[in-house]
């Protein structure tokens, strides 16, 4: 399952990850926490959904047709994280014994339009951080959250640990923001050890929904059974592919493009 918003465009959120969730494989249900007003070159709007109706959904698919792992990306209110919140302790989704649980700190569009009110985000680390499997914050939302500033290795290390120190039980710091890099690398921390995934730099800028589309193929991997680590390898491999095959819609940033996967198999 997906709780995310709806992008207009076609290119990230609920509409990514459906994408991302039929090629892979698996089933995709989703949540709707929010309707987008946008196009390639920027958000101008959104309609949040009543924080009961996020839950509802969440309900309703798990009376029926059962989840194998959550992840959620734009949660646009405070009101709708509590609601999420409330729902994932009640039906055992995240925490160590409960449903896998993907939490991308979605804050803004990759043009800085904002896509959570400003007061949800204490409310989105202290409710789902700690309920979480795996954290998946971009360098930009790595700075709102922990005021560091990630420029080389060892800032990206330190950013993992103060992620982590909010609880989830791992945090993947991801690095395809840092410019400077030649790879484009991800640093993933349990606590104890640090894992690294590296990946060729793919330049275009036709990169909407990157982080959506990696954190989607990591839940796919995680609803069939596999290891944080080993989910997120797979979720790397997926994105850096679904970069390599973007393409040009609109006048701005076109969407990553997972349809590679329908010639090729991971
Ligand atoms: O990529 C983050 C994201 C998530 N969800 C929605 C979005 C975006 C970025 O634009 O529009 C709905």
């Known amino acids: 399952m997906t709780i995310a918003g709806s992008d207009s465009g076609g290119a990230a959120g609920l509409q990514s990850d459906l994408r991302t969730f039929a090629l892979a494989g698996v089933h995709g249900t989703s949540a709707v926490t ?5 196009n390639s070159l920027g958000v101008t709007g959104f309609h949040p959904i009543p924080p009961e109706t996020v839950a509802g959904q969440i309900r309703a698919v798990v009376e ?9 990306g734009m949660l646009a209110t405070a009101g709708i994280i509590d609601a999420i ?14 449903t896998p649980f993907l939490v991308d700190p979605v804050c803004a569009s990759q043009h800085g339009d ?12 202290r409710r789902l951080f700690p309920l979480a499997w795996v954290v998946t914050p971009n360098l930009d939302e790595v700075r709102l959250i922990t005021g560091i500033e990630v420029v080389d290795d060892a800032t990206q290390r330190d950013a993992a640990r103060a992620l982590h120190a909010l609880g989830p039980r791992w945090a993947l710091v991801k690095g395809g923001h840092l410019r400077t890099a030649v790879t484009s690398t991800d640093v ?19 990169d909407h929904g990157a982080g959506d589309t990696l954190g ?49 198999r991971p």
Do not use: M
């Open 188 to 206: 993933l921390y349990d606590g104890t050890d640090f894992l690294e995934f590296e990946a060729r730099r793919i330049d275009t800028r036709h």
């Open 64 to 72: 029926d047709i059962g989840i194998a792992a959550v992840k959620t």
């Open 216 to 264: 989607a193929a990591t839940a796919c991997a995680l609803a069939h059974g596999l290891t944080v680590p080993d989910a997120i390898a797979f979720g790397k491999e997926w994105v850096t592919r679904s970069l390599a095959a973007a393409y040009p819609v609109g006048a701005g940033h076109g969407p990553v493009n997972a349809s590679w996967r329908l010639r090729e």
């Open 34 to 38: 929010a309707v987008t007003v946008q």
């Open 85 to 98: 919140a409330d729902t994932a302790l009640d039906l055992r989704i995240g925490g160590p014994d409960g």
């Open 114 to 125: 904002p896509l959570l009110t400003p007061d949800a985000l204490d409310t989105l680390l």
